[in-house]
């Protein structure tokens, strides 16, 4: 999965290649109108001509004879305007090695064009300020501050009244100590922000009702100007800032950053904001004052300045941004991690962008595009993004439903379900904050239908964009869902795939056939969500798709009639599913061919042997099933022995045993029935044949079998009962007077112990 800052950086360099492109397309556009504009002032006065179809030399000369002389010169201009319009929207179509040559040279231009102008930017600021001193004196620049800081004193006032009373309303939340859930955070930190913004409003209200009722009409902007960049803006940063660092109170912080770092962040944010409100403050004031931001250049030297300190301000913090990106979060992916560490560099590279894009637009004249600062607003936005990753993780971390079950399924399950609704979080983030930098610049779906700028670029990849977060928004709910269901199951089941141990022999327990099938329409789904969106995507960049969905046709009849073989397996596997023939975990023999069921596809299945190798065995192939872990099993154990052995201790004993094994919790919940006698089985030359026979649950059996051999073992040497064994006996006369045997006679034993089992030598 690509980092969300990667992701950040090619959407930024999506939406300035689109706008730099529509910029571009204004001029062929507005020619392309101009020309309709002409063409119908040309023919509206005449009727109107249909040219026949098919335009045949027979139905030309046909037309012709018909027309007048008026209504043929008519026709003659209206197909040399439609030549002349189609050549000049060729000649305005703009390649994308041409617009990175033309922006270029704009930005080139700009920035030579500045450094011309600089040694008459004093000049330039003294001149605004004399025409500033012409209009007002001395004594009406005094009077016009007086009553601005007249105006902000009541403002003030009224602002801690405000306060009083909000933090009166809000005291339930403001004195928690400390909070137990991110309820109580979220509810202190919003509550004071609410208190600082309405403070603030109160503030801005009450100081511009004032200040337009003491200062004159017509410097009025020039004080409001000043009150909202300099002191309006800074405090709404610092609110925003305080809701995020929380610098006092650490135990609200939503950041991992500790209380200096949280500090020095704060600082640094809020003199960025007054850097910035400042900068627009000056080039609002030469503009109000015979000296605009084009002839004086000094918008390009105050950008520059507050681009370099945005870099600075980067390089300074670049460890808490690290830890910012970070979070509090332990188990962070290899990608994450390299994403967090990438974050001040992706800053850096937006910084850089976002000035390079408002070089060019300056390049193109297109000054109105930046009246609202919408380069600082992209900046403040996508800078950002990580910051709302971070409260991503932290909300999923706490709203995520609580895991259901135990063991490490469930345990796997939930850390699934966390990861998808953190990446749905991160998709629904992303295409929110494009469609609000994209209103910064003025790119909505409205205005681009309405004046036509960028339509066949922008509006192109606005749209695709969009396809691509619904597409992928889909991918996931889809993903989610099948994983919770799968989850469930295996977590009611007790079944761990991961860890299923068969004991080398197969015979396991297998999944629900929920947990079979899920997987397989899981795929189909995603291959069919890629499918429809990426065909949507096609059609929208102007490829027409009937062809690619009517050969999809013809290659599914080709499949039918040429792929006999496959049609079978596809419809065999649907019919076994159908059946309920086998699960995945489950133990099956395919004629001879055994093996656990580890995957299944549209037209074959994967067996696992207990020594390791794979099958995979196509549906079709199939010629009968026997499926070994279905329900129950039952396993038959036999005992060889001696012929003189009590039979009835030895059921007492395996009674006994079973009845020990059932008080085990471990080898209980196992058993369906417990372990007990069959009595005598069989009779060989060896012994009695004793059979023992118990029932369990599939994939229980092996280690119950083996408890069951270590206790018979165990019982039968405490009472004194062997297992029978194959011996050879060799009577001698006069061996049981405790003779000693002489070599002759043992020659003799090994001798006929060699002919009574071949198996053995003489000694």
């Keep these: 999965m690509k980092s969300i800052h990667s992701i950040a950086f090619w959407t930024v360099f999506t939406i300035f290649a689109a706008f730099g492109f529509a910029v571009i397309e204004t001029a062929a556009i507005e020619t392309a109108a101009v020309a309709q504009t002409s063409l119908q002032s040309t023919s509206g006065d005449e009727k109107s001509i249909t040219l026949p179809d098919p335009l045949t030399p027979e139905a030309i ?36 090695i041409k617009f990175a040559k033309t922006a270029a040279t704009s930005i080139v231009d700009s920035v030579v064009d500045a450094v011309k102008v600089s040694p008459l ?49 809000f005291s339930t939340l403001l004195t928690i100590e400390r909070p137990d859930t991110l309820r109580d955070t979220l509810g ?24 337009t009722t003491l200062i004159p009409a017509e410097h009025i902007g020039f004080a409001e100007t000043l009150m909202f960049n300099l002191v309006v803006l800074p405090r709404i940063g610092l609110a925003l800032f305080r809701l995020i660092l929380a610098p006092e109170r650490p135990e609200f912080r939503l950041l ?30 030469g503009d109000n004052n015979g000296v605009p931001m084009g002839q004086s250049r000094l918008g390009f030297w105050l950008n520059l300045a507050v681009t370099g300190f945005m870099i600075y301000i980067t390089w300074k913090l670049w460890d808490q941004m690290i830890a910012i990106a970070h979070g509090v979060d332990s188990a962070l992916s290899p990608m994450e991690e390299k994403a967090a560490r990438f974050y001040p560099v992706y800053c850096v590279i937006v910084i850089v962008l976002t000035w390079l894009l408002t070089e060019v637009l300056v390049g193109f004249k ?6 609202s600062s919408p380069n600082y607003k992209t900046i403040v936005v996508l800078t950002s993004l990580p910051v709302f990753d971070v409260f991503i993780r932290r909300l999923v971390r706490y709203l995520t439903p609580p895991m259901t079950g135990k063991g490490a399924v469930a345990e796997r399950a939930h850390s699934l379900t966390k990861k998808a609704y953190i990446r749905i979080g991160r998709i629904l983030v992303m295409a929110t904050l494009i469609f609000i930098v994209a209103g910064f610049w003025n790119l909505n779906p409205r ?48 079944v761990d795939p991961s860890q299923q141990d068969q004991g080398g022999e197969g015979g396991g327990a297998g999944g629900s056939r929920l947990s079979t099938v899920v997987p397989l329409i899981l795929g189909l789904a995603k291959y069919g969500i890629a499918a429809v969106f990426g065909l949507v995507i096609l ?31 596809i419809v065999s596997g649907i019919l076994f599913l159908w059946d309920d023939a086998f699960r995945t975990g489950e133990y099956i023999d395919i004629a001879g061919t055994v093996g656990t069921v580890e995957r299944i596809s549209l037209r074959s299945l994967q067996l696992r042997h207990p020594n390791g190798p794979v099958h995979v065995v196509p549906y079709g192939e199939i010629p009968k099933l026997t499926n070994h872990s279905r329900d129950y099993v039952i396993m038959k154990l036999r005992f060889t022995v001696p012929f003189d052995t009590d039979l009835e201790k030895v059921r007492k004993l395996f009674k006994k045993i079973g009845q ?81 045997i002489s070599d002759d006679q043992a020659k003799v034993i090994g001798t006929a112990a060699a002919n009574a089992d071949p198996s053995q030598k003489p000694v």
């Design 188 to 211: 202190f930190l919003f509550a004071r922000l609410a208190i600082e913004l309405l403070g603030l409003i109160a503030f801005f209200i009450v100081t511009r009702n004032t200040a």
């Design 61 to 96: 000369n046909a037309l012709v004879s018909r027309l007048s002389e008026s209504e043929v010169r008519s026709l003659l201009l209206m197909q040399l305007d439609a030549v002349a319009q189609k050549q000049q929207s060729a000649e305005n179509t703009v390649s994308v």
């Design 447 to 494: 205005t681009i239908a309405e004046a036509g700028v960028g339509a066949k670029v922008a509006g192109r990849l606005i749209e695709i964009l969009i396809i691509l977060a619904m597409g992928y928004l889909l991918w996931e709910v889809v993903s989610l869902w099948a994983n919770r269901k799968l989850a469930a199951e295996q977590t009611a089941l007790g």
């Design 256 to 285: 991992n950053l500790n209380t200096p770092q949280s500090r020095q962040m704060l600082n640094h944010m809020v003199a960025m904001f007054v850097v910035m409100g400042l900068t627009v403050a000056i080039v609002a004031f």
């Design 366 to 371: 297109q000054f109105d595009l930046l009246a």
């Design 539 to 569: 059609s929208n960049i102007g490829i027409d798709i009937t062809p690619l969905l009517a050969g999809a046709g013809v290659l599914g009849l080709a499949i039918g009639f040429g792929a006999q073989a496959m049609v079978k397996d």
């Design 121 to 169: 930017l004093w000049q330039y600021q003294k001149q605004s300020f004399t025409n500033f001193h012409a209009k007002l004196g001395w004594r009406g620049i005094g009077t016009v501050f007086g009553f601005l800081a007249l105006a902000m004193t009541a403002g003030f006032i009224v602002e801690q009244v405000v306060n009083y009373f909000m933090r009166r309303r």
């Design 660 to 740: 020990e094994m059932m008080q085990v919790p471990a080898l209980a919940e196992g058993f369906i029935q417990p372990f007990k006698s069959q009595g005598a089985a069989d009779v060989d030359d060896v012994g009695i044949v004793v059979r023992g026979k118990f029932t369990t649950k599939p994939g229980a059996q092996w280690v119950i079998r083996k408890e069951v051999y270590s206790r018979v073992q165990k019982a039968f040497e405490e009472n004194g009962i062997d297992f029978a064994r194959r011996e050879v006996r060799v009577q001698i006369p006069g061996l049981d007077q405790n003779q000693s």
